[in-house]
């Protein structure tokens, strides 16, 4: 969580913001198909429904009050990876200084899976 301070008081922006404002950011991009997460069961990574996109987000909190954003996505077959990754990590970072004026210091996007048909 970070608490950020103004002339009015403080403010408190939980984890579950973060990964609901990332998930959304993230699937809203080209070439995505969704967040995915390993099942524990059989290891195979899963699509994940809208509701339970922050499964595929992971945020860390730095000391400086900034935060680093790992992503676990699935994307279209045939779309640019590069691109896609491009893409992600610009549309995450301008959302998130956007909606909650944090910094981010990194965001890592990490490709599980590629949908085919």
Known sequence: MIRQNNENGSVNVSTSVYTDIVG???TN??????MAARSVTDGVYHLLRKESLAKGVRVHFHEDDTISIDLHIMVDNGVN???VGTSII???R???TKCTGTQVR???VYIDS???G
Not at 29 to 34: E, M, N, T, Y
């Open 106 to 108: 990194a965001v890592n």
């Open 94 to 96: 301008y959302v998130v």
């Open 24 to 26: 959304n950011a993230a």
């Open 114 to 116: 590629m949908m085919i």
């Open 81 to 83: 990876l590069g691109a």
């Open 29 to 34: 991009c080209f070439g995505v198909k969704g």
């Open 90 to 92: 610009s549309e995450v």
